[in-house]
């Protein structure tokens, strides 16, 4: 058997990569969609609170999977930015990015101090 064949249980794609993809393309398409630079910092703040609740949750079990998720969301959001009119295209992705990571910061901060108490399901 050639080393080539792939196993039966095999798949081309696996579900931290699938989200990743879809992350990045969900973020390409609210940022192409915004409407305004205002509206990407507003998107850019709340996709980073939620991402570091993400992190936060996963901060004992961290793995790439979890970054790479987290990045390919950014990613796509900057690249759709960089598609629309809104802004100035020099500023605007550097500031949303800072915006961004600040939101995943302050989030993080917020639930490890307790000032947010998360319920899961």
């Known amino acids: 058997m050639s080393r080539f064949i792939p196993h039966p249980s095999y798949k ?5 990569e699938t989200i990743a993809t879809i992350c990045l393309i969900i973020g390409f398409i609210l940022s192409f969609f915004a409407g305004s ?3 990407y910092y507003v998107i850019a703040l709340l996709t980073g609170i939620f ?3 993400l992190w936060y949750n996963t901060r004992n079990t961290l793995q790439f999977k979890y970054f790479m998720i ?4 950014m ?7 960089l598609f629309t009119p809104y802004g100035n295209p020099r500023i605007t992705p550097f500031l949303t990015l800072f915006i961004y990571v ?3 910061i302050a989030s993080y901060y917020a639930h ?3 000032y947010i108490k998360a319920i899961d399901f």
């Open 12 to 16: 081309s794609l696996s579900w931290p």
């Open 75 to 81: 990613i796509g959001f900057v690249i759709g930015s």
């Open 51 to 53: 991402f570091g609740r």
């Open 102 to 104: 600040i939101g995943i």
């Open 70 to 73: 987290i990045t390919l969301f």
């Open 37 to 39: 630079a205002f509206m």
């Open 112 to 114: 490890s101090k307790g």
